[in-house]
């Protein structure tokens, strides 16, 4: 008896505590993908600086990659459960979400603390706007155009590590007789076709991206120059590792990590993993942007957007979180964890390894700068991308001819 | 009823009841129920078929398109693949799920020891989620430490087990975690049906020195038709809505080798943002359905009504 009443007076306690405590702080359950170990630690430094503002980071990470995450955010958010914030990809992802008026405005906040003089390239606010009107944070840059080397690996083989995709596809037979998996690479959907992406870009060129992708030329999406992409695509199917069951990215990119393999296409998220397991660029690992023939990289990143609530405490502490998430010491924090580039230009980098800085030379010409495929095709367009691409790598059967062909029927739907 | 067919009408009473209000509280008692399969069942189905018309992205809006959607789905090759896989699966597992289950049954049902203990093993996995067998085959079918490995130890090096990394073999590991999965409940049903056969009826055949197989074959399985009936419609409705299975186990792969018809509803629909596309593919599962059910129920339960109607008049 008398320890049921200090159970029910301690439970008591605890409510009027809890009660008494959410005056001042508020907790708001963020959703994020972001799982794997070097993603994890970038996290942390947000959760860390929310807390230390006085409210609550309530971690919503949902495992898997963002095709699993997505539906589940998107469906909350749709069906009346919003969380206090959620990660997304800016571009065009959330715009339906935004025109159904379910995203809270930024634009206050965002005039007050002048986010377009310190957002740089400035397109990523832009990606943020509609209607004139700011409603996501963009919190980092990651571009898709890297090629990571496993310099250990070619040391065991004995040959010279490549500079570039050509002299990777030579080398790679040489690979093969050590016992050495060429190319790394995930199954799921959105590494091969993020790969082909990297492709055109990497060996077709600025111009040849721009008229597929952007201008949608039907004359040069079914001509030689885009045939040439197939084929150096069909070479990259042919140096991975026939009986791969890996999934995730971070376990190829382990691949590479530890030897097993030579090289992985991958957003330079994967640079985080090389940090947690302690490489450093150029003594381990090198990276080849835009796969050693091209200094360009696309600009997409992470965003986070606040779905509008109800309760004004929690809508001051969305702006909070908001204003949190830009700010100067925590850009620096995060990106430097995640292995991204900070949206401000007017942090300090000096802990930046040498791939962080080869891509920040890059940004400094706005020429060398593409818009990523987030912000320039929708959903569904990239999701009949990622299943063609991923059959294309599965099946050999599929030839060049006909990925080319279909490819060009994907993009003449495209809105 | 009877004063309607009958002659004489030796009823004093002129007026029949009214055919709605015979059993009145029962059928109040079904209202609810019939509501909510109206609504949720018939109007979600006609809603569903609506806006496969229209080319709505992630919300629903009434622009019409007439049947692009369904000329696109069916040029997809994801689309074609899926339906194929879909064929596989449901033909395998049920062929397998309905031989190996009542197999193990009658194997059972031989008055064997341990019998509990037996009937728990093979029922067991029946209470692992889809999620948790499709993980346990990933692991088990994986070629770094599952079966292939220690088979490999054991010394046989050449072996080589690589369902999961074969395109033309994905489904089939989907078939064998399925029906390891599912076969369980068929037992224990086909068991239910063998055990409520009359001991009389093999006291009688044993008599007539008929073989036990025969017995089974002709007399048994036409006896227990109300459960063949029973655990078809199970393991037909298990077929049509396999996904988290593909999810768990192979997620779609490798590539699109393993797709199946309601994982690419829920990606166009969910993660896609393409509602019009996952709606369309989804009423051409309902039609596929339909086509099979809609004959398979008159033949089921028209001759059965039929039969009623002879034996009442």
């Known amino acids: 008896m008398k320890f049921k009443t200090s159970l029910i007076t301690s439970v008591l306690s605890l409510g009027l505590f809890g009660a008494s405590a959410s005056a001042t702080a508020t907790d708001l359950e963020v959703t994020h993908w972001w799982t794997s170990g070097g993603e994890a630690a970038a996290v942390k430094v947000f959760a860390d600086a929310f807390n230390a503002g006085g409210d609550n980071w309530v971690d919503g990470a949902i495992a898997g990659s963002g095709g699993t995450a997505r539906p589940i955010i998107i469906s909350r958010i749709i069906g009346g459960e919003p969380m206090g914030a959620t990660q997304l990809n800016h571009g065009r992802q959330a715009e339906e979400l935004v025109e159904a008026g379910l995203m809270l405005d930024l634009t206050e906040l965002a005039e007050k603390e002048g986010w377009t003089d310190i957002v740089r390239p400035s397109k990523l606010l832009e990606s943020c706007t509609l209607d004139g009107k700011i409603y996501c944070v963009p919190v980092n840059i990651h571009s898709w155009q890297w090629m990571w080397t496993s310099l250990k690996a070619f040391e065991t083989a004995g040959i010279e590590a490549p500079t570039n995709w050509g002299e990777f596809v030579a080398a790679a037979p040489k690979l093969r007789e050590a016992g050495i998996i060429p190319l790394a690479v995930g199954g799921q959907a959105w590494q091969t076709s993020g790969m082909f992406g990297v492709m055109v870009i990497g060996i077709g060129g600025m111009d040849l991206w721009r008229s597929v992708y952007v201008e949608k030329n039907m004359d040069v999406i079914n001509g030689e120059d885009m045939k040439k992409i197939w084929q150096a695509y069909d070479d990259a199917r042919n140096l991975t590792d026939p009986k791969n069951s890996i999934q995730n990215w971070n376990d190829a990119t382990n691949q590479v990590i530890s030897g097993q393999a030579g090289a992985q296409i991958m957003g330079d998220w994967a640079q985080g993993e090389f940090s947690v397991a302690g490489q450093t660029a150029g003594v381990e690992y090198d990276c080849l942007p835009g796969l050693g023939n091209r200094a360009v990289l696309d600009t997409a990143g992470d965003a986070f957007y606040f779905p509008k609530n109800d309760d004004p405490e929690v809508t001051e502490a969305q702006l909070r979180m908001a204003s949190m998430m830009l700010s100067k010491e925590v850009q620096v924090g995060f990106n430097l964890k995640k292995g991204s580039l900070p949206v401000r230009a007017d942090v300090d980098l000096e802990a930046a390894n040498a791939c962080m800085k080869k891509g920040l030379e890059i940004l400094a010409n706005p020429e060398n700068i593409l818009p990523s495929g987030d912000q320039i095709l929708n959903r569904d367009t990239q999701g009949q991308l990622e299943d063609l691409s991923s059959e294309f790598f599965a099946d050999k059967s599929v030839t060049i001819e006909d990925a080319q062909a279909r490819f060009s029927e994907i993009l003449e739907l495209a809105e | 009823m009877a004063s309607i067919t009958n002659p004489d009408n030796r009823r004093p009473v002129a007026k029949p009841p009214n055919k709605l209000f015979r059993n009145l509280s029962a059928k109040v008692a079904a209202l609810p129920m019939i509501a909510t399969a109206l609504v949720i069942f018939v109007g979600c189905s006609a809603w569903s078929i609506f806006y496969s018309f229209t080319s709505s992205k992630s919300l629903p809006r009434e622009k019409f398109v007439g049947i692009d959607q369904y000329v696109r789905l069916f040029k997809t090759s994801r689309w074609q693949e899926s339906m194929e896989n879909i064929l596989i699966y449901g033909v395998c597992s049920l062929v397998f799920s309905l031989i190996v289950g009542f197999l193990l049954a009658v194997f059972l049902d031989q008055k064997i020891r341990f019998e509990n203990t037996f009937r728990t093993i093979f029922l067991y996995p029946f209470a692992l989620s889809f999620i948790v067998t499709g993980l346990v085959w990933q692991w088990i079918l994986n070629q770094n430490f599952g079966i292939q490995k220690v088979i490999q130890d054991l010394g046989f090096t050449s072996f080589e087990l690589d369902l999961l990394s074969n395109k033309d073999m994905a489904i089939y590991a989907i078939v064998i975690a399925g029906l390891w999965q599912g076969t369980g409940l068929v ?29 089974y074959l002709f007399i048994v399985i036409p006896m227990m038709r109300p459960v063949f009936v029973t655990t078809l419609v199970l393991i037909a409705a298990g077929i049509v809505k396999v996904y988290d299975l593909v999810v768990a186990l192979t997620d779609g792969g490798p590539g699109i080798a393993s797709e199946v ?16 596309q996952g709606l369309a593919a989804s009423t051409v599962m309902l039609t596929t359905v339909l086509i099979i059910l809609i004959p398979w129920g008159l033949m089921e339960f028209g001759e059965k009504k039929a039969k009623k109607q002879v034996i009442d008049g």
């Open chain 2, 187 to 215: 037992m224990a049903l086909m068991l239910a049906g063998l055990r409520s056969i009359d001991q009389e009826i093999w006291k009688a055949s044993r008599v007539d020195g008929i073989p036990a197989w025969r017995t």
């Open chain 2, 261 to 276: 018809p309601a994982k690419y509803v829920y990606d166009y629909m969910f993660a896609n943002n393409n509602l019009g």
